[in-house]
């Protein structure tokens, strides 16, 4: 089974502060890629950040990171200088090589605060 | 704006009935995908089609079906609708269908409402 476990419902950081969203994922593939999404109050789903997982790199995007661990299977986003626009629904997802469907997890809720 | 668009924003309607949400993928995207995202289920695959023809199924009711026209936009059709029905309907798309080397980009969605 490919499962996605988002184990943070809901966030809360300050403006300007910084905030990790956790992700862990599982399936016995070796090529997959990993994506965060973002949905704000609008429900558009917006994509932030992916990560293929034969790079050891870790992705960027401006203020958006990842910590990609591919042992521990967890993909955790980090967003630096979070500003009132982040506020959002945050959904962890991956595709796998074999695969076309992207496998989901619940989300978290992250709420910027002034 | 993802460049994917879908019709209508919002449908409301009851119990028994058949609808159509429509979705237009990004100029030169030959793959559509629709997602169903609910409450109590969160987002999950329904179909996805490429070039015209179903190139994968995930959890799709017997009572929803799909297809994408030679334009290559898609319509998801859900008849005998049920109260469980009611959910945010996704389309995305992407160039060429393929998992790893393709991004999906999502649509603004449908809501369903079925009262």
């Known amino acids: 089974a490919q499962t996605v476990t988002q184990s943070q419902p809901e966030m809360s950081v300050q403006e300007a502060e910084t905030v990790t969203l956790s992700c862990t994922y599982d399936?016995?593939?070796?090529?997959?890629?990993l994506f965060w999404y973002k949905q704000p109050p609008s429900r558009q789903m917006i994509l932030v950040i992916r990560?293929?997982?034969?790079?050891?790199q870790n992705a960027t995007e401006n203020r958006f990171s990842v910590n990609f661990q591919k042992a521990a299977k967890s993909f955790s986003l980090k967003i630096s200088d979070s500003q009132l626009g982040d506020t959002a629904m945050y959904f962890c997802?991956?595709?796998?090589?074999?695969?076309?469907?992207?496998?989901f997890g619940k989300g978290t809720s992250l709420l910027v605060t002034p | 704006d993802s460049g994917v668009t879908q019709t209508p924003k919002h449908l409301i309607t009851a119990t028994g009935q058949r609808v159509t949400l429509r979705c237009s993928p990004r100029s030169g995207d030959l793959s559509v995908y629709w997602y169903q995202q609910s409450l109590d289920q969160g987002l999950q695959f329904l179909i996805q089609y490429y070039n015209g023809e179903e190139r994968a199924k995930g959890n799709i009711l017997e009572r929803f079906s799909a297809q994408q026209f030679p334009d290559l936009h898609s319509e998801l059709n859900l008849s005998s609708l049920e109260l469980g029905d009611s959910a945010l309907y996704f389309c995305?798309?992407?160039?060429?269908?393929?998992?790893?080397?393709?991004?999906?980009?999502f649509g603004p969605g449908t809501r369903l409402t079925v009262l």
């Open positions: 399936t016995s593939e070796n090529n997959y890629y």
């Open positions: 995305a798309s992407s160039v060429d269908g393929r998992g790893l080397t393709d991004t999906q980009y």
């Open positions: 997802a991956f595709i796998v090589d074999s695969g076309y469907a992207l496998n």
């Open positions: 990560q293929e997982a034969y790079k050891q």
